[in-house]
């Protein structure tokens, strides 16, 4: 999908985070383009966050407010300045920019277009940027550089000297000897004094007074307020009206006041609110100046102010999205206005610099509230030489600008009251469906949407979640975050698509179930058998136990003539009474009671030994009996990893310098850990040199058996294993959201698709000579997969229990299954679940599947999953392919909940090993 974005400030910024950040989550492929007039790298070309702003233009939130997925402001630069320099966090945006394209997901793109775009319309289906293109594109360029209403140069009769504020370049052209009339008294007023060499300012404004100075409670007071702060918000969102607004932002008023240690002041408060408080431009300044400092006990103002900016996100909650039609209208529009003053005014350095400077005459206040009037006329009234027009371009879509044509041409609607472009939830323009916009073009449709802040709203969020499932291939498809499709075989395919055999399976069995079909062992097996044969080995397959419990495996191999190694008793007594003769099994377990031994030799099986006490203890166990066993060779240290299994071969070689009665070493065996190809070879090439010394002490050695597993790939598709690996490694940089719980970094994972596996595999591993010296000493190999040959032979089926949120919101689906049922030496299974509907489609939910043990971190897997219709109790969850260990290596019956029972198919029977019980 190729999405544009118009706009690279802090808006732009936040989109294509969040679209990048969803489409890793979800798989998409998006082409982002970004348009702006000037160069991101360098900040260039980011309007009021241009790196060559003066120092003086500070920022007027708190810098621990401004965060992008690069981290927070403060943590980038090092400093914990409250109020820095915007040109600081213009460089910040720009570094932003150049990480998130460090970071781009799999499958996306991203390119700058340095160009300021002139035309958007709809077009086939999508959106057309100046005559390019896209399926989607997200306006979002902030404020207008320049409106109808700004003062030209020749707009004030007798000056010469009429500037803008910005770019403050402007104001350069004013020297120390020129009296400047300002145009506008607030922030920006504050830029151009705190910067201009003006002898003397005098500012003009149609409300007459200066923005009061943000004040701050204390840490505790914060915490005493908290409290009455959340119930203000709720009385604030259920709001009938404007009075019932009013009231709740008195009230919390009032609770500000009483946090502050101040006394109740119901009349100043709604003195305040009225806009009928103050009576000194000056002495107002002051006095919130004071406040801020500590040398003033609260004031209403100030309260009032507190009060507004602390509940912001509640009423923007409320009056957005054509919300403040019922708060009345223009009235809730007033009220806006007046609260902006007392609550968003300049921090208080600056503002104690303005005191200062109107203190000793330079800034002078004779004209402050008459913006009303002629300019002309104001200037030759106190013989100014220069005007400066610090009054920036209005909210709304701005006549001229890209907003304003799309206003003109009818493509974007405006609010009746506001002008503002009226926008959907998710952004997209009301009566477009691929254009959305996002910033100053909707403030007072969507209030408080012009702001560095993020989370005021959910436009941006709910914007990249709509383009970001648009650009599925299918975008139904229930899947873990990000996707990693499983590899189905035709018989899981048939039975999942069988809603009602499901269901049976979970009435007739209960959840979780274990559904098992040993068909795709066969094939697998045969890969295997027919590589070797390609290299000129003889190759047994020795089938391990101890990856599933169920018999119909045993059966299975035993049917295919190939053998079974077990690791304990009772796997070893269930594999004979299935049938399978002795010297068709062997036992490598790691640890074997004598009883096991005693077992083993009784029935003619061959015994890997693990070490040299224990080739003793079967020597006696023998008691005059034949047994056949195969050392456990731990190779070199310096060649392989290390293993716990086995003994060096200089050990073997004196252990077994002589033979023993009745002991017959009939071949070497190795276990390695990994997939490696070379590491196997090596192994190898150390127990060929180990039979030849054994040989060479009279010992008939039939076979090398090279145990530690098989390959195989869990996953359909390679980029899908790419992408996760890129996304785990980007979850603790902040470009990706957390998608696993409590954001574990999964640190220990099976490598779910990998590369060569099975035949391919063990050919690599026979190559550089390894089959030769097999042919060559008349040795077969003996391999022990249980994991490969398993693949594709079995999935689990659980029932939804719940669906709830946990404590902080975080959304939670319950099954009646638990982790142990799901779960091997891997921290997590790396494989989409499926979703076999029951319940009517539902919202769209992301959430981590949570299992029935009474411990908090209870999860079934532990990456979220995204539901794209919901679900619902009675849907039932599979876990595909998980016969290979994750069934039972681990299982439990914790809380003596039953284990699963293992079901064969297609016959819908229990399996021998639970029909027994």
């Given at each position: ?49 241009q ?19 690069l ?26 920019w ?25 077009a ?37 000297t ?9 104001l ?92 109740g ?113 104001l200037?030759?009234?106190?013989g ?36 503002a ?72 395919q ?54 599933n ?31 399978v ?17 005693r ?8 015994i ?10 079967i ?8 047994v ?22 200089d ?77 785990i ?178 016959a819908?029977?229990?399996d ?6």
């Amino acid at each position: 999908m190729k999405v544009a974005i118009i706009g690279a400030g802090p808006r732009g910024l936040w989109a294509a985070e969040e679209l990048f950040s969803r489409a890793r989550e979800r798989g998409a492929a998006i082409e982002l383009s970004v348009y702006n007039d000037g160069p991101v790298a360098t900040a260039g070309g980011l309007g009021s966050y241009q790196p060559d702003l003066p120092a003086e233009w500070v920022l007027n939130v708190p810098a621990e407010t401004v965060h992008t997925r690069l981290g927070g402001l403060n943590e980038w630069r090092g400093d914990d300045d409250e109020y820095p320099s915007r040109r600081v966090v213009g460089r910040f945006i720009a570094a932003s920019w150049s990480a998130l394209a460090h970071w781009v997901p799999a499958g996306c793109t991203v390119q700058i277009v340095d160009h300021r775009v002139d035309e958007i319309i709809p077009a086939d289906g999508g959106v057309a940027v100046d005559g390019t293109r896209y399926d989607e594109a997200l306006l979002a360029t902030g404020h207008a550089e320049d409106w109808p209403g700004a003062l030209a140069p020749d707009s004030v009769e007798g000056v010469n000297t009429v500037v803008r504020a910005f770019p403050p370049g402007n104001l350069d052209a004013i020297g120390a000897h020129d009296t400047a009339l300002v145009r506008g008294a607030a922030l920006t007023f504050v830029d151009v004094v705190r910067y201009c060499r003006a002898g003397i300012f005098y500012p003009v404004a149609r409300g007459g007074r200066f923005m009061d100075v943000k004040c701050h409670l204390a840490p505790d007071q914060a915490a005493q307020l908290r409290p009455a702060l959340r119930a203000a918000e709720d009385s604030i969102r259920g709001a009938a009206g404007f009075t019932e607004l009013i009231d709740a932002l008195a009230d919390l008023s009032l609770d500000v006041l009483a946090a502050a240690g101040g006394a109740g002041d119901k009349a100043g408060v709604r003195a305040v609110l009225a806009g009928r408080d103050g009576t000194d431009p000056v002495e107002d300044l002051r006095a919130s100046y004071e406040v801020a400092v500590g040398s003033r006990a609260w004031t209403p103002a100030a309260a009032v102010g507190y009060a507004f900016r602390a509940a912001y996100g509640a009423v923007v909650e409320r009056a957005s999205f054509g919300g403040r039609d019922s708060l009345g209208g223009e009235r809730f529009g007033e009220l806006t206005t007046t609260l902006e003053r007392v609550a968003f005014g300049p921090p208080a350095e600056t503002a104690g610099q303005v005191l200062g400077m109107i203190e000793s005459g330079r800034i002078r206040t004779d004209l402050l509230g008459r913006g009303d009037e002629d300019l002309t006329a104001l200037a030759r009234e106190v013989g100014a030489t220069a005007v400066v027009d610090a009054v920036n371009a209005p909210p709304g879509p701005v006549k001229g600008t890209v907003a304003g044509l799309l206003v003109e041409r009818g493509i974007a609607r405006v609010h009746g009251e506001t002008g503002a472009i009226m926008v959907e939830r998710d952004g997209t323009l009301v009566g477009q469906q691929h254009l959305a916009a996002a910033g100053r073009m909707s403030e007072g449709w969507i209030l408080g949407h012009d702001t560095l802040r993020r989370g005021e709203h959910e436009v941006i969020p709910a914007w990249a979640r709509r383009v970001s499932r648009a650009a599925l291939a299918d975008p139904e498809r229930v899947h873990g975050m990000p996707p990693l499709r499983a590899c189905l075989e035709p018989w899981a395919q048939r039975l999942l698509a069988d809603n009602e055999a499901c269901r049976g399976l979970i009435r007739d069995f209960s959840s979780p179930v274990n559904v098992v079909d040993a068909e795709p062992l066969k094939r697998n097996a045969a890969e295997l058998v027919e590589a070797a044969a390609a290299e000129g080995v003889e190759l047994r397959l020795y089938y391990a136990r101890k990856a599933n419990k169920a018999l119909a495996f045993v059966d299975a191999v035993r049917d295919a003539g190939h053998g079974v190694d077990v690791a304990s008793e009772n796997e070893l007594r269930q594999v004979l009474e299935r049938g399978v003769r002795g010297r068709d099994i062997i036992l490598t377990a790691a640890v074997k009671p004598d009883a096991l031994l005693r077992l083993a030799i009784d029935s003619g099986v061959v015994i890997s030994v693990d070490n040299a006490g224990e080739y003793e203890r079967i020597a006696d166990l023998a008691a005059g009996r034949t047994v056949r066993v195969a050392p456990r060779l731990a190779p070199d240290p310096a060649a392989v990893a290390p293993t716990r299994f086995g003994e060096r071969k200089d050990t073997w070689l004196r252990c077994c310098s002589s033979a023993r009665a009745g002991v017959r070493v009939v071949g070497v065996h190795v276990h390695l850990n990994g997939y490696a190809a070379a590491d196997r070879r090596v192994a190898l090439e150390e127990a060929v040199r180990l039979v030849d010394g054994l040989r060479d002490a009279g010992h008939e050695l039939e076979f090398i058996d090279l145990g530690g597993g098989v390959p195989m790939s869990y996953l359909a598709h390679e980029e899908q294993w790419r992408a996760y690996e890129q996304a785990i490694a980007a979850q603790p940089h902040g470009y990706a959201e957390p998608f696993t719980w409590k954001a574990d970094p999964l640190t220990t994972v099976y490598p779910y698709w990998q590369s060569p596996t099975r035949g391919a595999w063990l050919r690599e591993v026979l190559g550089g000579g390894t089959a030769a010296a097999l042919r060559e000493r008349g040795l077969r190999l003996h391999l022990e997969p249980g994991r490969a040959l398993l693949d594709g032979c079995g999935l689990t089926l659980a029932e939804v229990a719940f669906v709830k949120e946990r404590s902080d919101g975080v959304p939670l689906v319950g099954l009646y299954m638990n982790r142990t049922q799901c779960r091997s030496t891997s921290d997590d299974y790396l494989v989409d679940p499926i979703l076999i509907r029951a319940s009517e489609p539902g919202e769209e939910l992301e959430a981590f599947l949570v299992g029935a043990y009474c411990i908090e971190d209870e999860l079934i897997l532990r990456r979220k999953v995204r539901f794209p219709s919901g679900v619902a109790p009675g849907d039932i969850v599979a876990i595909p392919n998980t016969a290979g260990y994750l069934m039972h290596i681990l299982e439990s019956a914790s809380h003596q909940i039953p284990l699963a029972r293992n079901v064969v198919w297609p016959a819908g029977e229990l399996d021998a090993i639970d029909a027994a019980g």
